[in-house]
């Protein structure tokens, strides 16, 4: 079924990496808007109230008489993956410019992120989305959401097991059953990850959100 969204338009709701501020801020324009928390958004007959990756709520934004909605959120809600391409600054809706179509995270086809060490623990059926790579100060980084039904412990200790081998000297690692949490850093890394069950178009999958940055 062909999913639509009563509105008229869908404006980039994600933050830029160091490497594309340049570019962006040369392309930006100040203009006032207003933040309309009046709006009520139905996802396929169901009220969505979008919100960021830290779970905060996200206004819809009226300027010139237009509704602009996050892109990340309301593609989520839409089971359709959303990647930034910082290296060409474009916003990728639906998978990479040349699969001609949608993808939903569930099925995404975006690879593994540029910027991850070649020995990054991914689960095999790791589903890559929400990709936003960048560099500064000879430090690559990127972060990334990744679906997979690879149980939560088992995935939070070999995170644990991978990054004391990469040599973390501060750690904070809480793993279990529903969740695990880390941060971790080293003289050559630093790293988040958040682990959860999936919500939403998600159900069925656990969600890890990953910041990584390294030489």
């Given at each position: 079924?062909?999913?639509?969204?009563a509105?008229?338009?869908?404006?980039?709701?994600?933050?830029?990496?160091a490497?594309?501020?340049?570019?962006?801020?040369?392309?930006?324009?100040?203009?006032?808007?207003?933040?309309?928390?009046?709006?009520?958004i139905?996802?396929?007959?169901?009220?969505?109230?979008?919100?960021?990756g830290?779970?905060?709520?996200?206004?819809?934004i009226?300027?010139?008489?237009?509704?602009?909605?996050?892109?990340?959120?309301?593609g989520e809600?839409?089971g359709?993956?959303v990647?930034y391409?910082?290296?060409n600054?474009k916003?990728?809706?639906?998978?990479?410019?040349?699969?001609?179509?949608?993808?939903?995270?569930g099925?995404?086809?975006?690879?593994?992120?540029?910027?991850?060490?070649?020995?990054?623990?991914?689960?095999s059926?790791a589903?890559?989305?929400d990709?936003?790579?960048?560099?500064?100060?000879?430090?690559?980084?990127?972060?990334?959401?990744?679906?997979?039904?690879?149980?939560?412990?088992?995935?939070?200790?070999?995170?644990?097991?991978?990054?004391?081998?990469?040599?973390?000297?501060?750690?904070?690692?809480?793993?279990?059953?529903?969740?695990?949490?880390?941060?971790?850093?080293?003289?050559?890394?630093?790293?988040?990850?958040d682990?959860?069950?999936g919500?939403?178009?998600?159900?069925?999958?656990?969600r890890?959100?990953?910041?990584?940055?390294g030489?």
């Open positions: 079924m062909k999913k639509k969204l509105v008229t338009a869908i404006a980039l709701g994600m933050t830029l990496t490497s594309a501020g340049v570019y962006a801020g040369s392309n930006l324009q100040d203009i006032r808007a207003s933040l309309n928390y009046g709006l009520g139905v996802v396929n007959g169901k009220a969505y109230t979008p919100k960021d830290n779970g905060k709520t996200l206004a819809p009226t300027y010139n008489g237009t509704t602009y909605l996050p892109v990340r959120s309301v809600a839409l359709t993956s990647t391409d910082a290296k600054s916003v990728l809706i639906g998978g990479s410019s040349s699969s001609g179509g949608t993808t939903s995270p099925t995404s086809t975006v690879q593994r992120p540029q910027n991850l060490p070649a020995d990054f623990p991914l689960p059926d589903k890559v989305y990709v936003i790579e960048g560099s500064a100060a000879g430090q690559k980084s990127v972060t990334f959401s990744y679906l997979t039904k690879q149980d939560l412990e088992s995935l939070g200790n070999t995170y644990k097991q991978y990054f004391a081998k990469k040599g973390a000297t501060s750690k904070s690692e809480q793993v279990s059953a529903s969740s695990f949490t880390i941060i971790d850093a080293g003289s050559a890394f630093s790293v988040t990850l682990g959860a069950p919500t939403g178009s998600n159900k069925g999958y656990n890890i959100d990953v910041i990584w940055s030489k």
